[in-house]
C-alpha cells in the first residue's frame, strides 16, 4: 500500500514536471493513465483539467472540475480551477459567484484559499492595489504558485513598477518555465526598462511556446527598427509570416 501510495506521487509529480516545461499534452497522458487505475483522484483530475485550459479547451477543462465537484461540492480547489474557467471563456459573473462562495468557505478551514478568492475578484475589479495585498497574503501561504506572481506582476505594471513587475515575473517562470502569460509580461516590462537583451530573449522564448499573436513581432521589429538593427527587424518580420501561415 505504502509503495503503491508512492508511485501515485511520483507519477503525479513527473506530470507536473512536464506541466512547468509546457508539455500539457503529456502531462494529461501521465495523469490519466493514474486515473484509469483510479477515478476518485480528485487532485489528479483536477490537473488534468488546468492542462487541457491551458491547451486552450476550456470545455474539457470544465468538464475534469465539474466531475470533481459532483462528487465533493466544497473542494476548493476544483472551485478555484472552475473561478479561473470562467475568467477564461468570459464569464465573469459566474467566476466572481465562485469566488465569493470559496471566500465564504475558506473562513471555516483552509485559510489559504480566502487570499486566493481575494486575489481574483480583485482582479475582475481591476482593484490593483488590493491585488497587491491579496498576492501578498496569497504568497505568505505559498510562495511557489506561479499564477499569483504573474497577477502580481500585472497589477505593479499598471502602476508602472516596472523593475518590480520583471522580479515577479521572474519568480513565476521560476516555478513555471513554460507561463505564456509571465513570459508575455516579461517581455512588456523589458520593453518599457528599455532593456532589449531581456525583451530580445524572452520574445524568443514565448514566440516557441505561442508563436501567433502579432503584437510581439510589431513590438520587437519597431524596436530593431528604431534602434537600427536591420537584420533582425527583417528576421522579425520573417517570423510573423511564418507564424501566421502554420
Known sequence: MKRHLETIIEREEAGWQLFHEGR??????V??????????????????GMAYLELGDADTGM???????DVDPGHRQATLSVAIALIATGDRAGAAEMLRRLERDSESGAVAY??????????????????????????????DAPDVHTLRAAALCVGERYAEAMSA??????IYPASVPA????????????NYATASSTF?????????PLWRYHM???WDLRTGRLRSAWRRLKQAISAQHE
Open 24 to 29: 500539457h499534452a503529456e502531462a494529461i497522458e
Open 31 to 48: 495523469w490519466r493513465s493514474l486515473l484509469r487505475q483510479d477515478p476518485m483522484l480528485a487532485e489528479v483530475r483536477v490537473a488534468v
Open 63 to 69: 468538464r475534469y472540475y465539474r466531475d470533481v465537484l
Open 114 to 143: 480566502g487570499p486566493l478568492a481575494r486575489l481574483y475578484l480583485a482582479a475582475l475589479a481591476k482593484d490593483y492595489d488590493a491585488v497587491l495585498a491579496a498576492a501578498d497574503e496569497a504568497l505568505a501561504y505559498d510562495p
Open 169 to 174: 515575473c521572474l519568480n513565476a517562470l521560476r
Open 183 to 194: 513570459l508575455d509580461l516579461l517581455l512588456r516590462c523589458a520593453y518599457s526598462l528599455d
Open 204 to 212: 524568443e522564448r514565448v514566440v516557441a511556446l505561442d508563436p501567433k
Open 220 to 222: 520587437m521589429f519597431q
